[in-house]
């Protein structure tokens, strides 16, 4: 199982990004997939994810202003970010978990400028 993230770079804040994450070996209709992210100096921290079930949920700090998404048929996460700020700043990580197996991303920069 391979993730590939991309998407990520620099926008001033109040601007959009919208990160993928493809998969191969596996697909994510099955999975409970999410997106976490790690600033400098924290740890890493759930974003958003949707379980096994299709119930998606989202870190408090986020609500409202990210979306999580996948396309079955392209076998691709989506993590739509809007009205973003200066401290969401971070590493994004996309994320799988097959059974009792965990995959992880290589991670794509987001950067915030206030």
């Known amino acids: 199982v391979q993730l590939q993230a991309s998407g990520g770079g620099l926008v001033q804040a109040g601007g959009s990004l919208r990160l993928s994450c493809a998969a191969s070996?596996?697909?994510?209709?099955?999975?409970?997939v999410g997106w976490y992210r790690q600033a400098p100096g924290k740890q890493r921290e759930l974003v958003a994810r949707?379980?096994?079930?299709?119930?998606?949920n989202y870190a408090d700090a986020v609500k409202g202003r990210f979306t999580i998404s996948r396309d079955i048929r392209k076998n691709t996460l989506y993590l739509q970010m809007s009205s973003l700020k200066p401290e969401d700043t971070a590493i994004y990580f996309c994320?799988?978990?097959?059974?009792?197996?965990?995959?992880w991303g290589q991670g794509t920069q987001v950067t915030v400028s206030s």
């Open positions: 949707i379980s096994s079930d299709r119930t998606a």
């Open positions: 994320n799988l978990v097959k059974r009792t197996n965990e995959y």
């Open positions: 070996g596996t697909t994510f209709g099955l999975n409970a």
